[in-house]
């Protein structure tokens, strides 16, 4: 089992930029493949970026080149710096992890963290 706390999101205008946190508590986060997802009022959820055991990334069409997924194992922690954000972006953010088959499969997810771009 591990629990998973969103953080960093907020309001900020056309082309700038966030940085959320996912915090992991229980077991060990390095064990899993973890994600970002996010899901927009209105709109299913979308697969952002996710980070495997061995390092690898992966990343959603709309989000490469301006997202980037990154983990500090030491400290059970995952990050998605997101640059170039556009009103498009406006979304609750989830954070995820686990052992599913795919990209998109995972076992445990945060609470979430808004994410409001204006433009």
């Known amino acids: 089992q591990v629990q998973l706390v969103e953080s960093g999101g907020g309001l900020v205008q056309a082309g700038g930029s966030l940085r959320l946190s996912c915090a992991a508590s229980g077991r060990t986060f390095s064990r899993y493949r973890r994600g970002w997802f996010r899901q927009a009022p209105g709109k299913e959820r979308e697969f952002v970026a996710a980070i495997t055991r061995s390092g690898d990334t992966y990343y959603g069409e709309s989000v490469k080149g301006r997202f980037t997924i990154s983990r500090d194992n030491t400290n059970n922690m995952m990050y998605l710096e997101m640059n170039s954000l556009k009103p498009e972006d406006t979304a609750v953010y989830y954070c995820?992890?686990?052992?599913?088959?795919?990209?998109?499969?995972?076992?445990?997810w945060g609470q979430g963290t808004q994410v409001t771009v204006s433009s």
């Open positions: 995820a992890a686990g052992f599913g088959a795919t990209l998109y499969e995972y076992e445990y």
